[in-house]
């Protein structure tokens, strides 16, 4: 059975989120959030990988591992950070195997709600909708932004005009 993870970049904070289809949807098995000391980018990059890696080693072998595209705002900085956090989780993603997909926000909004700028308290509430839950979602938006880009990949992943265009893209 595929599982789906979904991982809320952040250089101070994650969340990571684990869900798997069901006969009535899918279910949310793991979601947790991870917010990290104010020390040096390079311990905090330490310890996201030893956190990110012991979290691959506790879930079964996900088909899919998705993560939002990273929001760049006005603080070059800030992008520049968060892009060295994507390129640490790439690197343990292509050590184990994985394959990474990248989903605008608005995709990942789209998928779940219909709207593509709708609001965080939107998009919690349709996961609300969309799954059942083996574990409860934690009070961390970087945890329920992580289940939402999980369940959203799932939905493009088994999206017949996806498979359509994944198809003819083959040929």
Partial sequence: MPHYIGIDLGSQALGIATIRPTLS???????????????PL??????????????LNQAASPSVVAIESPFVGRNVRSALTLGIVQGLLWGIL?????????????EVKRA?????????EQVAAMLQHHLSFAC???D???????????LAAAYYQNSPITRRLTKRAER
Avoid: M, N
Avoid at 26 to 38: D, G, K, V
Avoid at 44 to 54: A, E, G, P, V
Avoid at 112 to 120: M, N
């Fill in 94 to 106: 292509i050590e184990r195997g994985l394959s990474l997909y990248t989903l605008s926000p608005a």
């Fill in 140 to 150: 961390s938006e970087h945890a329920t932004d992580a289940a939402a880009i999980a």
């Fill in 136 to 138: 409860p979602l934690p």
């Fill in 25 to 39: 949807g899918y279910e949310l098995i793991l979601c947790e959030a991870f917010h990290l000391p104010p020390v």
């Fill in 112 to 120: 779940l709600t219909g709207r593509a700028h709708a609001s965080k």
């Fill in 42 to 55: 390079p311990e905090r990059l330490s310890l996201i990988h030893h956190w990110l890696t012991d979290y």
